[in-house]
């Protein structure tokens, strides 16, 4: 499938520098608020639910080319990247588009479970009808990496560690928490400037979570 894709997709890569201070907060009362019930969202469902709304508002991405024509999808089911034993799966959280953040939660730690062999099976839907692809590298340490895209989708979102350093804001020297992600993009699809643009619109997302909510 990877040999395809890089075969097949003319690949290329744009990378944010995202601000994730006001997001990491935000997850912080979120999930105190959210103790009494059991839940708890993590870094990677933000991402996910950054990630849809840039897909409600640039529904190009959330498409696939097929001969000389993209088609579009009328739902967004965005993959996970799980590393198994016996090697890398992307099954996808299906309609992501109806669901809150919570839901997101809920969908993905399921959808790990099962993964893994743990109550259940995944579907053959859950397992080839994914529209867009996510991979998070975080847990590993890693900065800034650029993945491959899961054919026949138009892109995938890899995102590396949040880590604190100094930033300036507002002319000041101050302490952010900083996260990398690099789009890589079917140039079929859209080019650079159309990339940059919904990858623009998943980090404001990001670096003004309250829009998470909407």
């Known amino acids: 499938m990877t040999v395809r894709s890089k075969t097949e997709a003319p690949h290329y890569y744009v990378t944010h520098e995202i601000d994730m201070s006001a997001a990491m907060t935000f ?4 999930n105190e608020a959210l103790a009494e019930v059991g839940d708890r969202v993590s870094v990677n469902d933000l991402i996910l639910k ?3 709304n840039a897909l409600t508002k640039y529904p190009k991405w959330n498409s696939f080319f097929d001969g000389d024509r993209l088609i579009g999808h009328s739902s967004i089911n965005l993959g996970v990247a799980i590393a198994l ?3 890398l799966i992307v099954p996808a959280v299906m309609n992501v588009q ?6 997101i939660s809920r969908a993905v730690r399921d959808l790990g479970k099962r993964a893994r062999g743990e109550g259940g099976n995944l579907t053959q839907a859950e397992l080839t009808q994914g529209t867009f692809g996510t991979s998070n590298l975080g847990m590993f340490g ?3 990496f650029s993945a491959i895209i899961v054919p026949p989708n138009a892109g995938i979102m890899a995102v590396g560690v949040v880590k604190e350093r100094p930033i300036v804001r507002d002319g000041e020297i101050v302490v ?3 996260m990398n992600a690099t789009m890589s993009a079917d140039h079929r699809v859209g080019d650079g400037a159309e990339a940059a643009v919904f990858l623009g619109e998943f ?3 990001l670096e003004n979570p ?3 909510m909407l």
């Open 50 to 52: 950054a990630l849809a």
């Open 85 to 87: 034993a016996e090697g």
């Open 203 to 205: 980090q404001k997302n």
């Open 27 to 30: 997850r912080k009362q979120l």
């Open 142 to 144: 890693t900065d800034t």
């Open 98 to 103: 109806n669901m809150s953040l919570v839901e």
């Open 176 to 178: 952010g928490s900083i």
């Open 210 to 212: 309250t829009r998470l």
